[in-house]
Nanobody
């Protein structure tokens, strides 16, 4: 079993920055993809950014150039640096991990990000 614990959400003004962290614990497969999804009120959950255990990244078009994702494999932690935040970035952000060998998915509880205009 794998547990994901997020931190770093909060309230910020438009143009500001936030850094989200997610620490994974438990039986973590060495080959995995970690990342962030978000869900705004009344909308479906969507991919924000993911990073493989080898460091390959993928970003949603809406956050390219503003968000960066990184990870510390030794600590099983993934980070999302969010700059130039916009009100439309307001959502619950969920940490995600998928073990590639088994395609088992794990989700964190979510952390709220609110961007005021």
């Amino acid at each position: 079993q794998v547990q994901l614990v997020e931190s770093g959400g909060g309230l910020v003004q438009a143009g500001g920055s936030l850094r989200l962290s997610c620490a994974a614990s438990g039986s973590i497969a060495s080959i995995n993809v970690m990342g962030w999804y978000r869900q705004a009120p009344g909308k479906q959950r969507e991919l924000v950014a993911v990073i493989t255990s080898g460091g390959i990244t993928t970003f949603a078009n809406s956050v390219k150039g503003r968000f960066t994702i990184s990870r510390d494999n030794a600590k099983n932690t993934v980070f999302l640096q969010m700059n130039s935040l916009k009100p439309e970035d307001t959502a619950v952000y969920y940490c995600h991990l998928v073990a590639i060998a088994t395609m088992t998915n794990y989700w964190g509880q979510g952390t709220n990000v609110t961007v005021s205009s």
